[in-house]
C-alpha cells in the first residue's frame, strides 16, 4: 500500500504562483509514475501533469508553459510548481501514483485563484 500526502494548496491572486508537493510512503517510489489531477466543482477529475519514472513528462494544454511537474527519488516527492496562476485553475489538486494496474490518491489540496 502506497499512502500519499499533499500540501502546498492555498489562495492566490491572479498570475501568482504555488508549489504544490505530494509526499509517498513505502520503498518503491523512483519506479512509480507520478502525476497531478485536478477536480472543479460539477466537473470531472482531469490530468494536470504526469511524470515517468524515467522523468519523461507530460501536460494537459491548459497548463503548458505555465506548470512544471518534478520528482525527488532521494525524498520520495513528486512537485507541481504553478505559475501565472488563473481562475480557472481553481479545483483540488489531487496526487496520483501508479504502478502497473495498481492507482493510489491522496486526499486533495485546495487551490483557489481570486482577487
Known amino acids: 500500500q502506497v499512502q500519499l500526502v499533499e500540501s502546498g494548496g492555498g489562495l492566490v491572486q491572479p498570475g501568482g504562483s504555488l508549489r504544490l508537493s505530494c509526499a509517498a510512503s513505502g520503498s518503491i517510489f523512483r519506479v512509480m509514475r507520478m502525476g497531478w489531477y485536478r477536480q472543479a466543482p460539477g466537473n470531472q477529475r482531469a490530468m494536470v501533469a504526469t511524470i515517468s519514472s524515467a522523468g519523461g513528462t507530460n501536460y494537459a494544454d491548459s497548463v503548458k508553459g505555465r506548470f512544471t511537474i518534478s520528482r525527488d527519488n532521494g525524498k520520495n516527492t513528486v512537485y507541481l510548481q504553478m505559475n501565472s496562476l488563473e481562475p480557472d485553475d481553481t479545483a483540488v489538486y489531487y496526487c496520483?501514483?501508479?504502478?502497473?494496474?495498481?492507482?493510489?490518491w491522496g486526499q486533495g489540496t485546495q487551490v483557489t485563484v481570486s482577487s
Open positions: 496520483n501514483a501508479g504502478l502497473r494496474a495498481n492507482n493510489y
